[in-house]
């Protein structure tokens, strides 16, 4: 196994724990997820990851993917991860939220952490019904 590959292999591994917690909050507009990982503290060979960032990947349902930068706290890494991630599940719908995450080192070297996904059911929430009697002239 090359060096490359190897880094790539331990940082999908260390993110692996990277998950959407099992609460989340609602909004009129949405629902709030907490992401939360662990950054990696070493490469395959036991050195440094030379660590500068991980990004967090998600997509409501089969809808467009969406991400965020988190800068790396250290290049040693390390650091407990927590982000919030809003996607628009409204009163009366279900949504599924997948997540996945890499950690990228200096080399520009990075590999995703397998799908950690989460399901808002707010079907029986009631939802506004819309005005009546509605006429154009």
């Given at each position: 196994?090359?060096?490359?590959?190897?880094?790539?292999?331990?940082?999908?591994f260390?993110?692996?724990?990277?998950?959407?917690?099992?609460?989340?909050?609602?909004?009129?507009?949405?629902?709030?997820?907490?992401?939360?990982?662990?950054?990696?503290?070493?490469?395959?060979?036991?050195?440094?990851?030379?660590?500068?960032?991980?990004?967090?990947?998600?997509?409501?349902?089969?809808?467009?993917?969406?991400?965020?930068?988190?800068?790396?706290?250290?290049?040693?890494?390390?650091?407990?991860?927590?982000?919030?991630?809003?996607?628009?599940?409204?009163?009366?719908?279900?949504?599924?939220?997948?997540?996945?995450?890499?950690?990228?080192?200096?080399?520009?070297?990075?590999?995703r952490?397998?799908?950690?996904?989460?399901?808002?059911?707010?079907?029986?929430?009631?939802?506004?019904?819309?005005?009546?009697?509605?006429?154009v002239?």
């Amino acid at each position: 196994m090359t060096r490359t590959l190897a880094l790539l292999v331990l940082f999908a591994f260390l993110l692996a724990s990277a998950g959407v917690a099992q609460a989340y909050t609602e909004s009129p507009t949405g629902v709030t997820f907490t992401v939360a990982y662990t950054e990696p503290t070493a490469n395959i060979a036991g050195g440094p990851p030379n660590l500068t960032q991980t990004t967090i990947y998600y997509k409501l349902n089969t809808g467009a993917e969406s991400s965020l930068v988190v800068p790396a706290s250290a290049p040693a890494g390390g650091a407990a991860v927590s982000r919030l991630v809003t996607v628009p599940i409204l009163p009366g719908q279900v949504g599924t939220i997948s997540v996945q995450a890499t950690a990228t080192n200096s080399a520009g070297q990075s590999a995703r952490t397998p799908i950690a996904a989460k399901t808002a059911d707010r079907s029986g929430q009631a939802v506004d019904m819309p005005p009546t009697g509605l006429t154009v002239n």
